[in-house]
C-alpha cells in the first residue's frame, strides 16, 4: 500500500512539473517561431478560401507582442489575421462583425 501511494505521489509532481513547463514556455513559442512560417499559416488559410494573397499586408504587433498580424482587405473581404503561439490563426472579420 505504501509503494502505491508514493508512486502515485510522485507520478502526481511529475505531471505538475511538465504542464507547469509547458504552461511557461507555450506564450513564448512566438517570439521563437519564424515570421515566415506565421505567414504562411495566413497564406494557407486564405488559400483555401479561394482568395488571392496579393491583398495581405503585415500589420505592426502593438507592443511588441510576438505575435504575427496581417490586414486582408480587397473589395469584399476586410479581415485582420493573428496568428497566436506561433501556430493558432484566427481573424476578426470587419464585415461580419464591424469596425
Wanted: glycine share 6%; hydrophobic share 35%.
Amino acid at each position: 500500500m505504501f509503494n502505491l501511494t508514493k508512486f502515485i505521489s510522485y507520478g502526481l509532481l511529475i505531471l505538475i512539473v511538465i504542464i507547469s513547463i509547458v504552461l511557461v514556455t507555450e506564450p513564448s513559442m512566438a517570439c521563437s517561431t519564424d515570421y515566415e512560417y506565421q505567414k504562411s499559416r495566413v497564406v494557407e488559410h486564405i488559400e483555401s478560401k479561394g482568395w488571392s494573397k496579393e491583398y495581405l499586408t503585415p500589420i505592426e504587433s502593438p507592443d511588441g507582442e510576438c505575435e504575427a498580424m496581417f490586414l486582408y482587405k480587397n473589395e469584399k473581404q476586410h479581415i485582420q489575421y493573428t496568428v497566436a503561439a506561433g501556430y493558432k490563426v484566427t481573424w476578426w472579420d470587419f464585415n461580419e462583425r464591424g469596425e
